[in-house]
């Protein structure tokens, strides 16, 4: 018996599953952005119609400083630089998956909001996806926002003028610096297919009421972290998501919202990450466009 | 996503329902001593290949009494995340013929979890009955049944709603016995009543309701 325990002590003890970092799923493996010219799988292909002009398009690095671990991020600015310090700017947080070509046609989507290159929109590699230093981490994705937030701020943006965007796993760091301001208060949340917890993710799939902290050690928490924010929010979901369920995941962040202002989309017939092609591109700008400028 | 969808499964299903096969299938004699282990959980599809979910559990019978089992059982998988999961029930003879060839066996339970992360800790009943059929001279059998987890929170993550109170599961299984050594294989059809579609983990269940179960388990003999 005192060896069982034994065993059972050092194995608890040297328990290593934790699905923190399981949560990342970067692509490091390219040389360059390639943006219009990358032939990898993206979530939506979009018509001619939103290309952008490549003058306004610039690729470059930021210092990201996560309590001295600092790295080097990459991030893309679709816009015209000089009228940050005077208009309204969309950050674009991505999801999980890849890197930044991955979601560039959404970026370009964002960036024909209003109209073509109405709205500037920034949007970064966090550390440890694509080109971008480092290793992914939870607090990484709070350092490389709020990095991106320092960059804006020095070009001139004010916290009345940031629209924060999270898709997916970019809804934890966009709801996390909205409730918890850093650099800027963003002035707007929006967020498309937000994840509750992971707590959520784990009851989903076990049926039972199973806290996270036996899967994880993340502190993820959109559904109470949405609490504390008061700035308006706009929230997108497919209805068919099969990754991240409207009802359990959407619909409990965007109940626990009590701020001032709230819009919902619910969109019938998209999954995860599909909503902006399912609801129609110019809907969908259309939705966005109402938001931001309201 | 597919990645992380992989992944995050791994982790979810330590702890899915009925992550192991039912524990006292024909009640020991009495001061009769088992140990064993098992082997497997739910199926799903991973990387376009069904497989069962690799989970592992360690356990213990002692015959009290006549058609009186104690079952122990500790799941090793989970101890692996930080998670003491632990198992303890009896497994009651409700029915046996003269020939002891046919009989139904009740077994109550009680699932006791508790991580070193946090201190949090969960407690869910089980009740499983099966019926076995001995059906040669030696003691190989063939058995089926039902059983359920209790859930006995009302609510769950962010103050909703616990709407899932029981998390029923069908099983069969055989049971090939040896002087001292026994090999059981058994097949669940867990929480047939839940649609899977919407959840990460790609079970697979007929008609996308519940998951299918493939468990193996070998015990041996102690004392007799």
Redesign the interface.
């Known amino acids: 018996m005192r060896t069982l325990m034994t065993m059972i002590a050092v194995l608890m003890l040297s328990s290593c599953i934790r699905l923190d970092s399981l949560m990342f799923s970067p692509d490091t493996s390219i040389e360059t952005y390639q943006l219009d010219a990358f032939e990898g799988r993206q979530e939506i292909d979009l018509p001619e119609a939103y290309a952008l002009p490549d003058s306004l398009i610039e690729v470059f690095t930021l210092e990201s400083d996560l309590e001295g671990d600092k790295a080097e991020i990459y991030a893309v600015y679709v816009g015209n630089q000089n009228l940050i310090s005077t208009d309204t700017v969309i950050l674009y947080l991505h999801g999980n998956a890849g890197h930044l070509d991955f979601y560039w046609n959404r970026i370009k989507l964002l960036a024909n909001t209003g109209a073509k290159n109405r709205f500037g929109v920034l949007a970064i590699d966090y550390r440890g996806y694509g080109l971008s230093g480092g290793t992914p981490s939870e607090d990484g994705l709070y350092a490389d926002t709020d990095a991106a937030m320092k960059w804006l701020k020095e070009k001139g943006l004010t916290s009345d003028r940031l629209v924060i965007y999270g898709f997916s796993m970019g809804s934890a760091p966009a709801t996390e610096l909205t409730a918890n301001p850093r650099t800027l208060q963003p002035s707007k949340l929006m967020l498309e297919a937000p994840f509750a917890s992971d707590e959520v993710m784990l009851q989903d799939a076990s049926g039972l009421s199973l806290p996270g902290s036996y899967i994880s050690n993340l502190e993820i928490n959109n559904a109470d972290e949405i609490a504390k924010v008061d700035e308006p929010f706009f929230w997108i979901h497919g209805v068919d998501d099969d990754y991240l369920s409207i009802e359990t995941h959407g619909e409990v962040v965007f109940k626990n919202y009590q701020g001032i202002y709230s819009e919902a989309h619910r969109v019938e017939g998209a999954n995860h990450g599909d909503v902006p092609f399912i609801m129609g591109f110019e809907a969908y700008i259309d939705a966005v466009t109402q938001f931001v400028e309201r | ?5 992989t ?11 009925a992550c192991a096969p039912a524990r006292v299938i024909k009640p020991l004699e009495k001061g009769e001593k088992q140990i064993g282990a098992n082997l497997g959980g739910a199926m799903i599809n991973y990387g376009g290949a069904p497989i069962p979910l690799p989970l592992t559990s360690i356990n213990y019978l002692q015959g009290l009494d006549t058609g009186l089992t104690l079952s122990a059982a ?1 799941h ?1 998988t ?7 999961h632990a198992e303890a029930g009896l497994g009651i003879k409700a029915y046996q013929t003269k020939s002891e060839k046919f009989g139904v066996t009740i077994s109550p339970s009680m699932n006791l ?1 508790y ?4 201190q ?1 800790f ?1 407690a ?1 009943p089980q009740l499983d009955a099966l019926c076995y059929w001995q059906y040669a001279e030696k003691p190989n059998l063939f058995y089926g049944g039902l059983g359920s ?1 209790v ?1 006995l ?1 009302k ?4 103050n ?1 709603v ?1 709407t ?1 109170e029981l ?1 029923p599961y069908i099983m069969v299984g055989h049971q090939f016995n040896r002087p001292k050594w026994t090999f059981t294989t058994e097949a669940k059809y867990l ?1 047939f009543q ?1 649609d899977n ?5 790609d079970y697979i269940g007929p008609s996308h309701y519940g998951a299918l179960g493939l468990y193996f388990g070998i015990s041996r003999r102690l004392i007799k």
């Not at chain 2, 996503?1 to 969808?5: A, E, H, L, V």
């Not at chain 2, 991580?115 to 946090?118: K, L, N």
Request: charged share 20%.
């Open positions: 996503m597919g990645i992380i969808r992944t995050v499964i791994l982790g979810c299903l330590a702890f899915a329902t500790l090793t989970d101890i692996l995340f930080g998670v003491m979890m991580d070193i992360w946090e949090n969960s869910y987890w859930e929170n609510v769950k993550a962010h909703e616990q899932n998390l929480g839940h579609r919407d959840l990460v983990p």
